[in-house]
Each structure stands twice: as C-alpha cells, then as structure tokens.
C-alpha cells in the first residue's frame, strides 16, 4: 500500500510560481503529475522514472514546469514557472504501475490532489 500526500497549491498571480511536493509513504518507482481543471477530464502533466534517469513532460508545460525527486526521502516535486490562468486545476501525484507515463490509466496510487489557482 502507497499513500501519497501533496502539497504546496495554492493562488498565484499570472508570471509567478509554484512548487509543489508530493510524500509517498511506501517505495515508490515512477512516478508522475496529472491535473484536472473544472469540467475537463485530468491530463497528463509530468513524469519521472525511478533516479531521475529520465523525465517526460506535456506539451504545454515544456520549459516552464520541471519534475524532480529525492529517493532518499520519498518526494516527488513539481517547480512551476511562468505559470498561467490556464494551469489552473488540481494537481494530483501519482504512482505508475503500466508501461505509458502519458496516461493515468497506468497509475495505481494517487494522492488527494492540491489546487493551484493563476489569477489573470
């Protein structure tokens, strides 16, 4: 059983930035970030393998969102910069079991999700 717990949303101006963490409380190997904003189905955002080899991004978050972790203490981050109104959403963590990091059918544990608001 893995719990994961977010946080770190919260309401930012259009330009600033956030960083938000996720804390996994079992072992933990990919791991990735998916948001979903009111009415809309949730979205991949970002992923990273296990040491960090590798990352994947959505489109619309290349080059201002960055995905990172610390094995060592069980955390999964996401810095976002430059962020928008349309990056408003809720941001879940999530555990990957499947073979695509795109999806989140392929995801076995999330957490609860913390919301992120970008003011015009």
């Known amino acids: 059983q893995v719990q994961l717990v977010e946080s770190g949303g919260g309401l930012v101006q259009s330009g600033g930035s956030l960083r938000l963490s996720c804390a996994a409380s079992?072992?933990?190997?990919?791991m990735g970030w998916f948001r979903q904003a009111p009415g809309k189905e949730r979205e991949f955002v970002a992923a990273i393998r296990w040491r960090a080899v590798r990352t994947y991004y959505a489109d619309s978050v290349k080059g201002r969102f960055t995905i990172s972790r610390d094995d060592a203490k069980n955390t999964v981050s996401l810095q976002m910069n430059s962020l928008k109104p349309e990056d408003t959403a809720v941001y879940y963590c999530?555990?990957?079991?499947?073979?695509?990091?795109?999806?989140?059918?392929?995801?076995?544990?999330w957490g609860q999700g913390t919301k992120v608001t970008v003011s015009e």
């Open positions: 999530a555990r990957k079991s499947g073979t695509n990091y795109y999806s989140s059918q392929d995801y076995d544990y």
């Open positions: 079992g072992r933990a190997y990919a």
